[in-house]
């Protein structure tokens, strides 16, 4: 008897080994819905935005554009996720990179990395009101052709370099406040 259970247990935990159909998965297989790749629109065939702050400096963003399939899915049911992704890098301040990334179908994702794997960013469903921030600390405000990422506390940042910023569908990325309260405005 026992050697019946032990050989059913093998067959069934091994029903997936093949194929995630073997198991009656049926794997996503997500591609960028076009709400969402519209807010990667403004970055194509861009190389470069300049900004200047307040006392009119000026500082380039330098655009980095990738689109990747990735894996992504459940424990036995995977897939093929397209991803398109923007990076802006500053050319003056090595702590400056914002990204940007259309992906699940219908969400985009918007932060600034900072080291320790931390971040300041929001995400959001394109096809409905649902808007997600990385912590309670952070505010998310948003339409369907605007976002605003910010500290809620403007004295509690943690001592990052952005404080907070704005894209818009049309734009892109329009305005940043540094750590400094100093406002960064998009001019070309």
Avoid: H
Wanted: hydrophobic share 35%; with cysteine.
């Amino acid at each position: 008897m026992k050697y019946f259970v032990i050989i059913g247990l093998l067959f069934l935990s091994s029903c997936c080994i093949v194929t995630s159909q073997d198991c009656f998965c049926n794997s996503p297989d997500y591609k960028v819905s076009q709400n969402a790749f519209e807010w990667i629109i403004p970055y194509e065939d861009k190389k470069f935005f300049i900004f200047e702050d307040e006392s009119g400096n000026i500082d380039s963003l330098k655009v980095e554009r990738i689109s990747e399939t990735q894996i992504c899915g459940g424990d036995e049911c995977l897939g093929s996720c397209e991803t398109e992704m923007v990076s802006l890098l500053s050319t003056k301040n090595d702590e400056i990179k914002f990204n940007l990334y259309a992906s699940r179908s219908s969400y985009v994702d918007i932060n600034v990395y900072y080291p320790e794997d931390k971040y300041l960013s929001g995400s959001f469903n394109v096809d409905n009101n649902d808007i997600y921030a990385s912590s309670m600390k952070i505010g998310v405000n948003r339409n369907t052709d605007y976002i605003n990422i910010f500290y809620k506390n403007s004295l509690n940042y943690f001592g990052y370099p952005i404080k907070g910023f704005i894209f818009t569908k049309q734009e892109g990325l329009i305005e940043y406040t540094t750590a400094d309260n100093m406002k960064w405005t998009k001019v070309n």
